[in-house]
């Protein structure tokens, strides 16, 4: 069995993915993802998905704040 994976876009919903994401490796479905997509900061998702680091991805949202996007300068 192959299943693709579309992370959406829209902000706040990032962090929804990565709950959504942990859902998935419990119930062992992970192995049979072959393919992610996502815009926007779905885009982000699926890269950190295809990367297999799922306790970084947590880590990501779990620290980041308003700060760091709104007032952070480059």
């Known amino acids: 069995m192959k299943i693709g994976v579309v992370f959406e876009g829209g902000g ?3 962090s929804y ?3 959504s994401w942990k ?3 419990e119930m062992g ?4 993802i072959t393919c992610v997509s996502g815009t ?7 890269a950190l998905f295809y990367k297999g680091n ?12 308003v700060e ?3 007032f952070k300068k480059i």
Do not use: C, F, M, T
């Open 23 to 25: 859902a998935i490796r």
């Open 54 to 65: 799922y306790h970084l991805a947590e880590e990501i949202w779990r620290k980041i704040s």
């Open 29 to 32: 479905i992970e192995p049979y």
């Open 40 to 46: 926007s900061v779905g885009a982000l998702n699926a």
């Open 17 to 19: 993915q990565i709950g």
């Open 12 to 14: 706040g919903k990032g």
């Open 68 to 70: 760091d996007i709104l």
